[in-house]
C-alpha cells in the first residue's frame, strides 16, 4: 500500500503523522512517498523519516521521496494534503494588507479576507491533485485534506474535483481537553458530539456516564484560572448562546462581526500570553519565528534522538486512525469535514460539515445530527455563505464573486465599507498575483 504526502515539507507535522502511521503494525508494509517542491525541505524530512524507521527497525517500510506531484500520486490509495501554496511570503500578504484597511486578523486562514485569498491560491492546487488521482492512484483512493481553509479545500475537492475527501483538523480534541479539564474529569470518560463546521464547530452534547453536563460548563470556565483570561471570547459565547466553540480565542475573533472591529476594543477581548489566544498577526509571527528557527538549527534534525513509535507515543491526529480503520476493520470514531448530504439538517446540503464519523471495513459512515440550535446554524450559514462564493470564485477566477465573497465575510463586511472591499480585493489580487493563474486577466487590467 503506497501512501502519498504532497507538501511533506513541512518537516514537524509530516513527521508525527507518519510515525502514526507505522505505529500500526498492520501498516508497517507501507509505501510512503514524500513530495514537496522545495528540495531543500524534501531531502530534510526524508532522512529525519528515513533515521526514524531504521530505528524502529522497520525493514518492510519504503520510503521515497520526489519533487514531482504525479510520481507522488502514481498507486497511492491514500493521499494527505499538508500544503500551503505561497509560503508565509504569501500568508504575511494575507494577514498585513487588510490590516491597513483596519481589517485585524489573529490567523487568517479558514475565511476573512486572509482566508478567502488564501483559498483562492489552494484549491487551483487541490484540483490539481484531484485531476493526478483520477488518472494515476488507485482506484477509489481517499484524499485526507490538512491544508487550510479546510472546508474551502474540502469541498472543491468532493464537489468539483470527484475525489472522497476528508478534511481533517484537531480543532475537537483540544476543545475536548479543555473540557474535561474544567469538569476535573478524565478526557475519556467526557462523551461529546460536535457538529457545525470546521473551525466553526460546537460541543452540542457533553455526557459523563450519561449524565449531562453542559450547564456545569459557563461557571466552570468562569473560575478557571487560565481559561477565564485566555478564552474571553468563547466564554462569551458559551454565556449568550449557551455552547461551546471547538476554536481557540484567537480563531473565533475573526469569524464573527463583534469582537475585533473596533481597535480600542480588540485588547478587552484577547490575552497576549500566547498568540492563540488572539494577537494580531500572531499566527504569522510564530510562523515566521519558526521558520528563522528551523532554518538556524536545520542541523539539528539530522542528529536528534529519533522517534519512537509505540501506541503511547501516538497522536490523536485522525489521519492514521482513519487509515486503520479502513485497512484493518477497527471501528474509528472521529469528527471528520464532509460534505453534508442532511447530516445537519438545518445546513445546506452540499456545504462542508465538521460531524462525528465513523471508519472501518465499511469505509467511512456519517451519522444524522439533526438540527443545529438555530442561533449556531445562523452563525454557520453566514460563513458557509463566504465559502460557497470563494470557492466558486476561485474554480472560474471570477473576482466579482471574489468582492462579494469579501463583502459577506462577518469581520471584513463589519469593518470596511463596500468601496473598501472592493479596493482590498484588488490590492490582495495584485500583491498575489503569481500564485494566482485564473485571475491574470482581470489582474493585467487593473492600474
Given at each position: 500500500m503506497k501512501i502519498a504526502f504532497i507538501g511533506a515539507g513541512s518537516v514537524g507535522f509530516t513527521r508525527k503523522l507518519a510515525a502514526d502511521i507505522l505505529t500500526v503494525p498492520e501498516l508497517r508494509d507501507t509505501e510512503i512517498c514524500l513530495q514537496d517542491i522545495s528540495a531543500a525541505n524534501l531531502e530534510m524530512i526524508y532522512h529525519v523519516l528515513d533515521r526514524d524507521?531504521?530505528?524502529?527497525?522497520?525493514?518492510?517500510?519504503?520510503?521515497?521521496?520526489?519533487?514531482?506531484?504525479?510520481?507522488?500520486?502514481?498507486?497511492?490509495?491514500?493521499v494527505v494534503s499538508v500544503a500551503r501554496v505561497g509560503g508565509l511570503d504569501a500568508f504575511a500578504l494575507d494577514v498585513e494588507i487588510p490590516l491597513k484597511y483596519g481589517v485585524n486578523q489573529c490567523v487568517g486562514d479558514t475565511i476573512c479576507a486572509g482566508g478567502i485569498m488564501y483559498g483562492q491560491r489552494t484549491i487551483p492546487v487541490i484540483m490539481g491533485i484531484c485531476k493526478d488521482m483520477k488518472a494515476l492512484a488507485e482506484p477509489g483512493a481517499v484524499f485526507?485534506?490538512?491544508?487550510?481553509?479546510?472546508?474551502?479545500?474540502?469541498?472543491?475537492?468532493?464537489?468539483?474535483?470527484?475525489?472522497?475527501?476528508?478534511?481533517?483538523?484537531?480543532?475537537?480534541?483540544?476543545?475536548?481537553?479543555?473540557?474535561?479539564?474544567?469538569?476535573?474529569?478524565?478526557?475519556?470518560?467526557?462523551?461529546?458530539?460536535?457538529?457545525?463546521?470546521?473551525?466553526?464547530?460546537?460541543?452540542?452534547?457533553?455526557?459523563?456516564?450519561?449524565?449531562?453536563?453542559?450547564?456545569?460548563?459557563?461557571?466552570?470556565?468562569?473560575?478557571?484560572?487560565?481559561?477565564?483570561?485566555?478564552?474571553?471570547?468563547?466564554?462569551?459565547?458559551?454565556?449568550?448562546?449557551?455552547?461551546?466553540?471547538?476554536?481557540?480565542?484567537?480563531?473565533?475573533?475573526?469569524?464573527?462581526?463583534?469582537?475585533?472591529?473596533?481597535?480600542?476594543?480588540?485588547?478587552?477581548?484577547?490575552?497576549?500570553?500566547?498568540?492563540?489566544?488572539?494577537?494580531?498577526?500572531?499566527?504569522?509571527?510564530?510562523?515566521?519565528?519558526?521558520?528563522?528557527?528551523?532554518?538556524?538549527?536545520?542541523?539539528?534534525?539530522?542528529?536528534?534522538?529519533?522517534?519512537?513509535?509505540?501506541?503511547?507515543?501516538?497522536?490523536?491526529?485522525?489521519?492514521?486512525?482513519?487509515?486503520?480503520?479502513?485497512?484493518?476493520?477497527?471501528?474509528?470514531?472521529?469528527?471528520?469535514?464532509?460534505?453534508?448530504?442532511?447530516?445537519?439538517?438545518?445546513?445546506?446540503?452540499?456545504?462542508?460539515?465538521?460531524?462525528?464519523?465513523?471508519?472501518?471495513?465499511?469505509?467511512?459512515?456519517?451519522?444524522?445530527?439533526?438540527?443545529?440550535?438555530?442561533?449556531?446554524?445562523?452563525i454557520c450559514n453566514a460563513s458557509i455563505a463566504v465559502q460557497r462564493l470563494s470557492v466558486e470564485a476561485a474554480l472560474e477566477g471570477d473576482p466579482g464573486k471574489l468582492k462579494q465573497a469579501m463583502l459577506l465575510d462577518p469581520l471584513t463586511g463589519a469593518v470596511c465599507n463596500p468601496p473598501e472591499v472592493w479596493k482590498l480585493a484588488d490590492d490582495m489580487l495584485k500583491a498575489e498575483s503569481k500564485w494566482l493563474p485564473q485571475y491574470q486577466k482581470y489582474i493585467k487590467g487593473l492600474k
Open positions: 524507521i531504521k530505528a524502529n527497525k522497520l525493514g518492510k517500510v519504503k520510503l521515497t521521496k520526489t519533487t514531482e506531484q504525479k510520481k507522488a500520486i502514481e498507486g497511492a490509495k491514500y485526507l485534506n490538512y491544508s487550510n481553509p479546510n472546508a474551502m479545500n474540502t469541498w472543491a475537492a468532493n464537489t468539483y474535483g470527484g475525489i472522497q475527501t476528508l478534511g481533517l483538523c484537531h480543532g475537537v480534541q483540544h476543545g475536548h481537553e479543555q473540557i474535561a479539564e474544567v469538569l476535573g474529569l478524565p478526557m475519556n470518560e467526557v462523551d461529546i458530539i460536535c457538529a457545525g463546521i470546521n473551525h466553526q464547530t460546537w460541543y452540542i452534547q457533553i455526557k459523563h456516564k450519561g449524565v449531562d453536563m453542559r450547564d456545569k460548563l459557563l461557571a466552570g470556565f468562569k473560575k478557571h484560572p487560565r481559561f477565564k483570561k485566555e478564552e474571553k471570547i468563547r466564554i462569551d459565547i458559551l454565556e449568550r448562546f449557551g455552547y461551546y466553540s471547538t476554536e481557540s480565542n484567537g480563531h473565533l475573533s475573526e469569524y464573527l462581526p463583534w469582537y475585533r472591529k473596533r481597535p480600542q476594543e480588540i485588547d478587552q477581548w484577547i490575552d497576549y500570553s500566547s498568540w492563540i489566544n488572539g494577537e494580531p498577526g500572531g499566527y504569522l509571527r510564530v510562523c515566521r519565528e519558526g521558520r528563522a528557527k528551523f532554518e538556524k538549527e536545520a542541523k539539528e534534525y539530522q542528529t536528534m534522538k529519533p522517534l519512537k513509535y509505540t501506541p503511547r507515543n501516538r497522536s490523536s491526529e485522525h489521519g492514521s486512525h482513519i487509515i486503520e480503520g479502513l485497512e484493518t476493520g477497527r471501528i474509528y470514531r472521529g469528527h471528520f469535514n464532509v460534505i453534508n448530504k442532511g447530516s445537519i439538517t438545518n445546513l445546506p446540503a452540499d456545504c462542508v460539515v465538521e460531524v462525528p464519523g465513523y471508519a472501518d471495513g465499511n469505509g467511512i459512515s456519517i451519522p444524522i445530527v439533526g438540527d443545529l440550535p438555530a442561533p449556531l446554524a445562523a
